[in-house]
């Protein structure tokens, strides 16, 4: 790991540093920075997303940390003695630093894997419905016919292929919470 102070971080954010730097934390598995001013955490979160591309997760716990949560990719505020700003500015919000590894793991691991089947099953719904009217329009000479009433489009879209990505979403948990929290490497697997 890497740990630089807020003097260092001022000088390594001049134009001339930035990319020795930036060569230097991809290096490293973790770079603290500590003592750091809200512009030059503002600053360094810019600095990352712009120039390595990469998806940035910022985690605060006062109101010094909120540009830094907004420039972020991913926000995650801390509910802690120095009030609640920055969980007001963030995405996520945990009570505590430890709920981090549960948020990440158990958590985006979910979201992620219930996100993209839903996104197949919306693929799957509209190919097999277009596939119908597809297949119809031969049936009736390419006229321009209408097979249904706008009514049942209405109701397929809203009632009858809906509840399926509901309940889906809500109780699907491909892998438990506890073999996600024993191995780290499913979350990378699963992207």
């Known amino acids: 790991g890497l740990v630089i102070d807020g003097r260092t971080l001022e000088h390594i954010l001049h134009d001339s540093l930035q990319n020795i730097f930036l060569e230097l934390t991809e290096k490293c598995r973790a770079v603290v920075c500590c003592q750091a001013t809200p512009l030059q955490k503002n600053v360094l979160v810019k600095l990352v997303r712009s120039k390595l591309k990469a998806m940035t997760l910022a985690v605060g716990d006062g109101a010094n940390d ?83 009433d706008y009514w049942i489009l209405i109701l397929f879209n809203l009632l009858f292929t809906s509840v399926p990505p509901i309940i889906y979403g809500v109780l699907d948990k491909d892998v438990s919470a506890e073999i996600l929290m024993e191995l780290p490497q499913l979350y990378t697997m699963s992207q």
């Open 66 to 148: 909120v540009s830094m949560i907004q420039v972020a990719d991913i926000g995650v505020g801390i509910s802690g003695q120095e009030g609640m700003q920055a969980v007001m500015a963030s995405d996520f919000a945990i009570s505590q630093f430890r709920h981090l590894r549960k948020l990440l793991l158990v958590h985006g691991h979910w979201c992620y894997t219930r996100l993209t089947n839903m996104v197949l099953y919306y693929f799957y719904k509209n190919v097999t419905y277009v596939n119908l009217l597809f297949w119809y329009q031969f049936f009736c000479g390419f006229s321009g016919t209408s097979m249904t």
